[in-house]
């Protein structure tokens, strides 16, 4: 039979090790890593060739590719030559017209075949306007086929350009910061109770799960430097939403401090009570306003999309959320013993005294 309250701890430690197990064995869906060439004219014949991660081309019996410039104009590839599993290559010859006076159109390469199913490669290549005379074998604009896809098969997390593998960390590091900020909410609520009734249990609540949280925090910008690392090639940059959330931390690095000096007990507990409010008001602006008020390279502020369409489709979301349940049901964990351990530290202190 399972203690009183111990079913909850146990939930946490189950749902992280769902999340560990999950989180780094699915696979990642296919995708283009490069394509080669880039940019082309209209009336051109090209061979563009596709680095693929994640793929099989090689086993590929009935593959297909489109260059994508909007809802009602695509082109169909001529043939589909493959030299390995993550190498092809795809002739195209590129209609003389664009639908429009634009100088340069982005086209998205669609791939489909029934071994990986469909997938984009948005932006893989800059089509440009070109004077020449249009070539005999010169083919328009076409919709052709487009659209009767093959589904991909399994559980696959999805492929995102740059990030790779490193989507992964989205269990760890954004969780964090969820987690974080629900121990926060507790630690302040505990120290609004403190001052509303002065009983010293609420103080010890307060300091306890705002440690855990201000831990939680340290977590997850070393886990966010080492995501920028892989991305950005750098483990810090001068990013307005790295530099606020670092502001923030040092705010409550100082709580922490402040509670552990010498006062009076009951003026320790007052100012840090005070402080803690002061601290939660303060997290606000700074993470969740200003950066939004400029451009930032961050996904969720600035223009910059997260959470959202391929960031945290279906298959994330079975991780993600129980992720941000299992740190904070073990960030609970970690506070009630933080709390036990204050009780007897005090209780031996006013024994001695």
């Known amino acids: ?120 490669h948005p932006n893989a290549l800059f089509l440009s306007s070109s004077t020449d005379t249009l070539s005999f074998d010169a083919i328009p604009w076409t919709k052709h086929e487009l659209g009767q896809f093959n589904d991909h098969q399994g559980i696959q997390f999805p492929y995102r350009s740059i990030l790779n593998e490193t989507i992964r960390n989205t269990f760890f590091h954004v969780a964090l910061w969820f987690a974080m900020f629900l121990l926060l909410i507790f630690g302040v609520v ?65 709580y922490i401090i402040l509670r552990g000096m010498n006062y009076d007990q009951d003026k320790r507990a007052r100012l840090a009570a005070i402080y803690n409010i002061f601290a939660f008001i303060a997290l606000i602006p700074l993470v969740f306003v200003i950066p939004r008020m400029t451009d930032s390279l961050h996904p969720g502020n600035g223009g910059n999309p997260a959470l959202g369409g391929e960031d945290l489709d279906h298959t994330l979301r079975m991780f993600f959320y129980p992720s941000i349940l299992a740190l904070f049901l073990i960030g609970k964990w970690i506070a009630e013993l933080t709390i036990r351990f204050e009780r007897v530290k005090d209780h031996f202190y006013l024994k001695k005294s």
């Open 1 to 120: 039979m399972i203690q009183k309250g111990m079913w909850w701890k146990l939930s946490g430690i189950i749902l992280f090790l769902y999340v560990l197990w999950g989180g780094m064995t699915i696979p990642l869906r296919p995708g283009i890593t490069s394509i080669n060439p880039s940019s082309a004219k209209t009336g051109d014949t090209i061979e563009l060739k596709a680095t693929g991660y994640n793929t099989h081309f090689a086993s590929v019996r009935n593959g297909r590719a489109w260059l994508k410039l909007d809802s009602v104009h695509a082109i169909k590839a001529l043939n589909w030559q493959s030299e390995n599993n993550n190498e092809v290559t795809f002739r195209f010859i590129l209609p003389q017209t664009l639908p429009n006076a634009t100088e340069v159109f982005p086209l998205h390469l669609i791939i489909d075949n029934e071994t990986d199913g469909a997938f984009v």
């Open 190 to 254: 505990y120290s609004i109770r403190y001052l509303s009734t002065s009983d010293y249990e609420f103080d010890r609540k307060a300091s306890a799960y705002t440690n855990i949280a201000v831990l939680y925090g340290i977590f997850g910008i070393l886990t966010g430097s080492v995501w920028a690392k892989f991305t950005w090639n750098t483990f810090w940059t001068n990013d307005v939403k790295l530099n606020m959330t670092a502001i923030a931390l040092l705010i409550y690095l100082a």
